[in-house]
């Protein structure tokens, strides 16, 4: 609909609970139709913990572009998050957390299904969800829960499996934003993470029968690109510098992939659209404000905001362009100015996203369901903050293929501020709610529940995790990559119009800067990795001819 336009198991599900005869008769009725209808089985059984019997509410958080580096609980030197530091608190922080695909939409659709991009069939961000696929939102629902999801969905087709459903078309707008929902559009007037946060509460709120418990996704805009602040804290991050990471001016040596990429905050990032110069003052000294497509971005986020708030704006934002001018700052120094500038706004967004949790959780805490809720908070992937010199994601280095995960739920949580070291991904989130749902886990879902998780860390939980990145050619010039990464190392293979490959010791050398592939002393390691990366290709069911094939198909359809 135009409106939207804008494996199996790797290992039995540990913590599995015993089955009663009774539900055993039951499971095997429910597995006999099931195979009859050929499809996989959803039995019901008991949930996995300490509240056996009590089904939980779960409210699944999910951030867009939300740098683990920016999360008060994992240590940021950044930005202050009471609330989600609160969860991670209360509750259990991974420290090792992954998706399978650093982009946006491959990433919520495996959120939905449990599954890799090639297997639910959105790769890139252009990839149509097909909403008829088995979902975790439709298992819940079958399974007795009441469904929703508000806010950010990006694929493209109606979203299905719902009750209730209320979302952004495409990426969103930041301010007065358009909401779609089964009964048509509706504009809101507000800041994004404002209106969102009032309407899942709205939704929370008129929910009449309560004793079934529920599903919300909530699924912020924010941090994401170009990083617009509330009106009412447009100003509160302007004032302050953060310190540099030290990879801002990398080199790329050994890297050329990394070097090809066009997302460096030197080159790349739109004095307009990114760092809010107005395109006047920008072109006063002789800046291109890059692409005609960043000035026409910038002129169409002022337009779309009331005039009130583009007085906020222009307050705030019309003193930082003439000090711009004046400073006239070139080169390296630009490049820093650059970083400042991305930061303060990039981080004020976070802020509202921080309250936003609060708001969500005081509610909870207020009408006594907060302690009967799994919540969850991640994001859809990491992002660079100035690391190796750049913004956005998509490469599976740490900073955007690590992604946060934190959880709350007291009792079947170990609570206490627990920091997890297995290695976990986003395609054990459907497998992970259907298991505290007291849901069996499809078999052909790739990843596997994170409950045995939550009592206490296992380094064994899994030896290693896979990644596929397919937008290219395409915006960041980003070149295909899959690889597989363990405890201790990680490979990378980029292919298309590039044959190389990657390898870091990630103990020696943990800002992946000194690529070791092919170094005598890493052949036993390597061989290792290369022989993972197969079992695991093999298992999801993905492989380097698969791969050539999905590009030849890629490059038909873009008539490459
Ligand atoms: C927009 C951004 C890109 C970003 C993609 C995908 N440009 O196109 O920088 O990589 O979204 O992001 S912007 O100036 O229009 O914001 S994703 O999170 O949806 O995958
Ligand atoms: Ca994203």
Redesign the pocket.
Known sequence: MGLFLSGSQERPLAGQLSLTPARFRCAILLLLAACLWGCAPVAERPAPSATAGARPNILFIMA??HAWQAVGAYGSRLVKTPHIDRLAAEGIRFDQAFVGNS???PSRATLLTGKHSHAHGVRT?IDVFDGSQQTVQGLLRAGGYETAIVGKW?LKSEPTGFDHWEVLPG?GDYYNPTLVSAVGERRHAGYVTDVITDRALAWMAQREDTSRPFLLFFQHKAP???WWPSPTELADFTQDSFPEPSTLFDDYRGREAAAAAE?RISDHM?LS??NKVSPSSARSLGHQPFLDW?ER?YRNQLAGMSRAQRKQAHDVYEPISRAFVAHNPRGDELTRWKYQRYLQDYLSTIRSVDASLGRLLDWLEANGQLDNTLVVYTS??GFYLGEHGW????FMYEESFRTPLIVRWPGPVETGGVRARALVQNIDFAPTLLDVAGLSVPRDMHGQSLAPLFQADDASFREAVYYHYYEYPG??AVKRHYGVRNQRYKLIHYYHDIDAWEFYDLERDPAELNNVYGAPAMETPAKAARRQLQVLQARFGDSPALAEDLLQRDLRATGH
């Open positions: 867009d572009d982009l946006c939409s961000n990006h990426q994401h690109r170009p997302m739109g659209n990114d960043y971005n859809d992937q913004f956005d994601k998509r915006i960041h």
